[in-house]
């Protein structure tokens, strides 16, 4: 789409806080920085949980209020280096079309991104362009870019507002016709509680199951959590000569008859080491690519979903994939560990390997109860939703707690890092190889 005027958005977050003591606190203490936990007050208010609800979170020893490590009880965010209260300003004429690319650079925080007044035009994701879409809301996970366009036309200053995830805190600034304008900031909205669905045992996924005998229809049962993927892939039937997903990491359950509502069942993911670095394990982890964001469901206006993307032109390699590949997030949030498979970088030599040029899709299944932004280098890869052939291209996806999601990619020689963009937990070990050979030339 055309445009008039441009501007970057950086948002970022900043602590006075060394990082290494601020990592050495939340190994030492899980939730030290979460200002915003529930209280007796709370309860009887009405407000958050019922009593019911929190003796059976405290007895998973699981707090609904952990939505981000870090909160802005030692972070400050900013936009393009500068504070909420430095008003940073871009400039516009009124009737102007002005395209704003957000990139978020934080270290930690996943930002809620709207312009009250404004609607926005997503045009780009990963500055890979997709077909237009007008959203009031978008969520950016670390590293991810989003270019909107966006049409002010009237003689007045708009606040742009990035609000951390946890509502601990926002960035702010201003788009206006002249500089030293200012506009009404919104208060921070009400934190976001996680559910059981962020467990990864939602049992509305089961809504309209025939348990009736042996040949139910099982409508609504999510397959792909039983570990039938490859029947369930949209846009992507078995294949002849087609492998199985790999062993390691696999979900494979063998049906109904392995399924347990325990977030403890080690038979719910028999692909992933088990050890102190995996505190649960969801035992029926959903696509969650549909929705919004946590805290986001019931904001009142458009939020952009995933499946809103779709490529603006057909993608270079649409073969179908020959193999599949699930890989478990994994955490301990008590201890802060955190890892690929159950285990962290340095505790196995072994990284995820690739035939050069191979398709391969792959499928991110979130144990953890925190979203979790997954990047690769070296590459774009296709969300699996959409017209064949015009899957959203990214480098980077958001994995909702207790969420799956897919993507296919074409694997380039070389050793690629593939990790957490979060980056303490890419520092407690959320990090791999895709190591893809032969090399160029034929090396092995």
């Given at each position: 789409?055309?445009?008039?005027r441009?501007?970057?958005?950086?948002?970022?977050?900043?602590?006075?806080?060394?990082?290494?003591?601020?990592?050495?606190?939340?190994?030492?203490?899980?939730?030290?920085?979460?200002?915003?936990?529930?209280?007796?007050?709370?309860?009887?208010?009405?407000?958050?949980?019922?009593?019911?609800?929190?003796?059976?979170?405290?007895?998973?020893?699981?707090?609904?209020?952990?939505?981000?490590?870090?909160?802005?009880?030692?972070l400050?965010?900013?936009?393009?280096?500068?504070?909420?209260?430095?008003?940073?300003?871009?400039?516009?004429?009124?009737?102007?079309?002005?395209?704003?690319?957000?990139?978020?650079?934080?270290?930690?925080?996943?930002?809620?991104?709207?312009?009250?007044?404004?609607?926005?035009?997503?045009?780009a994701?990963?500055?890979?362009?997709?077909?237009?879409?007008?959203?009031?809301?978008?969520?950016?996970?670390?590293?991810?870019?989003?270019?909107?366009?966006?049409?002010?036309?009237?003689?007045?200053?708009?606040?742009?507002?990035?609000?951390?995830?946890?509502?601990?805190?926002?960035?702010?600034?201003?788009?206006?016709?002249?500089?030293?304008?200012?506009?009404?900031?919104?208060?921070?909205?009400e934190?976001?509680?996680?559910?059981?669905?962020?467990?990864?045992?939602?049992?509305?996924?089961?809504?309209?199951?025939?348990?009736?005998?042996?040949?139910?229809?099982?409508?609504?049962?999510?397959?792909?959590a039983?570990?039938?993927?490859?029947?369930?892939?949209?846009?992507?039937?078995?294949?002849?000569?087609?492998?199985?997903?790999?062993?390691?990491?696999?979900?494979?359950?063998?049906?109904?008859?392995?399924?347990?509502?325990?977030?403890?069942?080690?038979?719910?993911?028999?692909?992933?080491?088990?050890?102190?670095?995996?505190?649960?394990?969801?035992?029926?982890?959903?696509?969650?690519?549909?929705?919004?964001?946590?805290?986001?469901?019931?904001?009142?206006?458009?939020?952009?979903?995933?499946?809103?993307?779709?490529?603006?032109?057909?993608?270079?390699?649409?073969?179908?994939?020959?193999?599949?590949?699930d890989?478990?997030?994994?955490?301990?949030?008590?201890?802060?560990?955190?890892?690929?498979?159950?285990?962290?970088?340095?505790?196995?030599?072994?990284?995820y390997?690739?035939?050069?040029?191979?398709r391969?899709?792959?499928?991110?299944?979130?144990?953890?109860?925190?979203?979790?932004?997954?990047?690769?280098?070296?590459?774009?890869?296709?969300?699996?939703?959409?017209?064949?052939?015009?899957?959203?291209?990214?480098?980077?996806?958001?994995?909702?707690?207790?969420?799956?999601?897919?993507?296919?990619?074409?694997?380039?020689?070389?050793?690629?890092?593939?990790?957490?963009?979060?980056l303490?937990?890419?520092?407690?070990?959320?990090?791999q190889?895709?190591?893809?050979?032969?090399?160029?030339?034929?090396?092995?």
């Amino acid at each position: 789409m055309t445009y008039d005027r441009e501007h970057v958005i950086v948002l970022s977050d900043y602590s006075f806080m060394h990082p290494h003591l601020i990592f050495k606190r939340m190994k030492q203490q899980s939730g030290l920085f979460n200002f915003q936990k529930q209280t007796v007050a709370g309860l009887l208010a009405g407000k958050d949980q019922t009593l019911k609800e929190r003796m059976d979170w405290a007895k998973m020893r699981m707090d609904p209020t952990d939505i981000s490590d870090v909160t802005g009880a030692a972070l400050t965010f900013l936009v393009n280096g500068h504070g909420p209260g430095e008003n940073w300003t871009g400039l516009f004429t009124p009737g102007e079309r002005v395209r704003l690319r957000f990139i978020n650079t934080a270290a930690q925080m996943v930002f809620d991104v709207r312009i009250p007044g404004l609607k926005m035009t997503v045009v780009a994701s990963d500055g890979q362009n997709v077909r237009p879409v007008e959203v009031d809301e978008f969520q950016i996970g670390n590293a991810e870019t989003y270019d909107v366009i966006v049409q002010p036309t009237e003689d007045k200053a708009f606040t742009l507002v990035a609000e951390a995830v946890d509502r601990s805190g926002m960035g702010r600034a201003t788009l206006a016709p002249r500089a030293g304008m200012t506009a009404p900031v919104p208060p921070l909205r009400e934190r976001p509680l996680a559910t059981r669905r962020d467990m990864g045992m939602d049992m509305s996924s089961m809504k309209g199951m025939d348990m009736g005998g042996a040949g139910g229809a099982m409508a609504g049962m999510d397959h792909a959590a039983m570990g039938h993927d490859m029947a369930a892939m949209p846009g992507m039937a078995p294949q002849p000569g087609m492998a199985p997903p790999k062993p390691r990491g696999s979900d494979a359950m063998g049906g109904m008859a392995g399924m347990k509502m325990s977030m403890r069942d080690p038979q719910n993911a028999p692909g992933v080491t088990k050890g102190p670095g995996v505190q649960t394990i969801a035992p029926m982890p959903v696509d969650r690519t549909g929705e919004p964001g946590q805290g986001l469901a019931s904001v009142g206006h458009r939020v952009l979903v995933y499946k809103d993307l779709i490529a603006l032109t057909a993608n270079p390699d649409q073969r179908t994939p020959t193999r599949a590949l699930d890989i478990h997030l994994t955490g301990n949030m008590e201890r802060f560990m955190w890892g690929f498979d159950g285990l962290k970088f340095g505790e196995t030599s072994r990284p995820y390997t690739f035939e050069k040029g191979e398709r391969v899709r792959v499928t991110l299944i979130n144990d953890t109860m925190m979203a979790h932004p997954i990047h690769l280098h070296g590459h774009f890869f296709e969300l699996t939703h959409g017209p064949a052939g015009y899957g959203p291209r990214k480098h980077t996806v958001m994995v909702m707690p207790g969420g799956k999601a897919s993507w296919d990619f074409t694997a380039e020689p070389g050793d690629w890092a593939f990790h957490c963009h979060m980056l303490y937990h890419m520092h407690a070990g959320m990090f791999q190889v895709f190591a893809v050979r032969p090399l160029d030339g034929g090396a092995a």
